[in-house]
């Protein structure tokens, strides 16, 4: 198919339109794969068990619209045309885990982060500077980024109530996804970051999970 070229006007645009259209709620997004929630029962909860699992999906929301707003900024500065078409493939598989979680949310009848344009911000900020110093970095940045979701979603896993069968399903699946992203990048030629680095990127998924859990 032939590449379409997109102005930076174009590229304003349609970058403003995917920011609103992930942090709207109740956003006309569609995801590509049936969330694998669907096959099973909803459980029984009681109270304390569906705002716990509520809260944790909530955090996976807000994960996934971080995850949004980086591939976004990175495909936007990203060099090589073929890291940018592999921005722009895992940007369009994320909808699909955004989709899942929003509807989790919805079934567990609580309310997506008030923060989430804030960090959809900072995150898009983060994706761009990093695909303007360099793709090697941009797709290190990547795999820094998936790994550290693969630990919070290992973490949710241990955390979710046994009898939510539907959320525990949707966040098994994103793992088994994040994992192939973070290989992906790697392989793609993305640089291991080093310690200190990756620590600095844990101090701001903490403040992003802890608020995300709360509001
Ligand atoms: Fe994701
Ligand atoms: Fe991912």
């Not at 969330?35 to 099973?40: D, R, Y």
Request: aromatic share 6%; with cysteine; net charge negative.
């Amino acid at each position: 198919m032939p590449q379409i070229r997109h102005s930076f006007i174009d590229n304003l645009i349609i970058n403003a339109d995917r920011a609103l259209r992930t942090l709207a709620a109740g956003s006309d997004m569609t995801c590509e794969r049936p969330s694998p929630a669907l096959p099973l029962a909803e459980a029984e909860l009681s109270t304390e068990e569906r705002k716990k699992a509520a809260a944790l999906m909530r955090v996976n929301h807000t994960g996934e619209v971080c995850a949004q707003a980086l591939y976004q900024g990175q495909a936007l500065t990203a060099k090589l045309p073929h890291v940018r078409a592999e921005m722009e493939n895992a940007a369009a598989e994320e909808i699909d885990h955004l989709v899942w979680c929003q509807q989790r949310i919805d079934a567990l009848g609580s309310h997506t982060s008030y923060l989430n344009p804030l960090w959809y911000g900072l995150s898009f900020a983060i994706g761009a500077g990093a695909g303007l110093v360099s793709d090697k970095v941009s797709l290190g940045f990547v795999a820094a980024t998936e790994d550290r979701v693969c630990k919070h979603l290992e973490h949710h896993l241990s955390e979710l109530p046994q009898s939510d069968l539907r959320s525990r399903a949707v966040v098994t699946k994103m793992l088994e996804d994040e994992a192939r992203h973070a290989e992906m990048a790697l392989s793609a030629g993305g640089y291991k970051f080093p310690g200190p680095v990756k620590g600095l990127m844990t101090l701001v998924s903490k403040v992003m999970t802890t608020t995300s859990y709360r509001v």
